[in-house]
T-cell receptor
Framework: ELKVEQNPLFLSMQEGKNYTIYCNYS?????LYWYRQDPGKSLESLFV?????AVKQEGRLMASLDTKARLSTLHITAAVHDLSATYFC???????????FGQGTTLQVKP | DARVTQTPRHKVTEMGQEVTMRCQPILGHNTVFWYRQTMMQGLELLAY????????DSGMPKDRFSAEMPDATLATLKIQPSEPRDSAVYFCASGLREPTYEQYFGPGTRLTVT
């Protein structure tokens, strides 16, 4: 059974600092997704990573995938308050369209 | 701007009542998913459809939940009878299988069962 674990689950950081959120998963997959959720809102797709070594960047966020280590990272560069949200990674179940979500990492960026 | 729509956005009901939630997937998407989000359990997949056919509903309590796609523009999730433990936010998502399997989420239905 595919399990997905994120850490940390809660992250409080100062504006301008860098940090990384980790997403580990338990069985082979070649699809990994990062979503953002603001309080009381829906999930917004951030990144789709489909191959080993894939790296994608959007603004201050950069996501990468290492399928051999079963690890994805979401790196935040020079955080700003607008990045405060909950970030989910989700891993695709092979041969299906299903996604298994991590617990989410709540990011709080303080001025 | 194509979006997944869900109705109702909020629903408060009494225990024992039937609840029906509706979802309109993005036009042209051939997969539809129902998720439930709670603080305790996080995001759980309840059921999913491809080309309107149910593929997996193993995450759904069978005795009280049912999911259907009467046509390509409508997916429904029904709870009968509802219980307080069903209180959660229910999300519908749709997507295309190829090439990325990416899922696009609707705004959710916040259900409160008293």
């Amino acid at each position: 059974e595919l399990k997905v674990e994120q850490n940390p689950l809660f992250l409080s950081m100062q504006e301008g600092k860098n940090y990384t959120i980790y997403c580990n998963y338990s069985t082979t997959s070649d699809r990994l997704y990062w979503y953002r959720q603001d309080p009381g809102k829906s999930l917004e797709s951030l990144f789709v990573l489909l191959s080993n070594g894939a790296v994608k960047q959007e603004g201050r966020l950069m996501a990468s995938l290492d399928t051999k280590a079963r690890l994805s990272t979401l790196h935040i560069t020079a955080a700003v308050h607008d990045l405060s949200a909950t970030y989910f990674c989700a891993v695709g179940v092979s041969n299906t369209g299903k996604l298994i979500f991590g617990q989410g990492t709540t990011l709080q960026v303080k001025p | 701007d194509a979006r997944v729509t869900q109705t109702p956005r909020h629903k408060v009901t009494e225990m024992g009542q039937e609840v029906t939630m509706r979802c309109q997937p993005i036009l042209g998407h051939n997969t539809v998913f129902w998720y439930r989000q709670t603080m305790m359990q996080g995001l759980e997949l309840l059921a999913y459809f491809r080309n309107r056919a149910p593929l997996d509903d193993s995450g759904m309590p069978k005795d009280r939940f049912s999911a259907e796609m009467p046509d390509a523009t409508l997916a429904t999730l029904k709870i009968q009878p509802s219980e307080p433990r069903d209180s959660a936010v229910y999300f519908c998502a749709s997507g295309l299988r190829e090439p990325t399997y990416e899922q696009y989420f609707g705004p959710g239905t916040r259900l409160t069962v008293t």
